[in-house]
Nanobody, 115 residues
């Protein structure tokens, strides 16, 4: 059973940076598409960024140029570097994994951006 554990959330001032990390276990990391969603209070869960097994990234328009997703196949982790954060980036960030056609979710980590 794939398990995902996020870390790195917290409080950051607008314009600052934060790095989220997701640790993958219980499966074969190299075959898993990975990424991050976020859910703000009262809103739907939206895709932030994804990264394929060939390390091709995709980004939501709202974070392009500010966020960078990366994966480390040796450590079985996927990171989200968040720069120039804005108050509207405040949300619970969820790591996901697409592993042999099954999507798995982490429990989420809260990011709060103060203005």
């Amino acid at each position: 059973q794939v398990q995902l554990v996020e870390s790195g959330g917290g409080l950051v001032q607008a314009g600052g940076s934060l790095r989220l990390s997701c640790a993958f276990s219980g499966g074969i990391f190299g075959v898993a598409g990975m990424g991050w969603y976020r859910q703000a209070p009262g809103k739907e869960r939206d895709l932030v960024a994804g990264i394929s097994t060939s390390e091709t990234p995709t980004y939501a328009e709202s974070v392009k140029g500010r966020f960078t997703i990366s994966r480390d196949n040796a450590k079985n982790t996927v990171d989200l570097q968040m720069n120039s954060v804005k108050p509207e980036d405040t949300a619970v960030y969820y790591c996901y994994s697409d592993h042999y056609g099954v999507r798995y979710w982490g429990k989420g980590t809260l990011v709060t951006v103060s203005s």
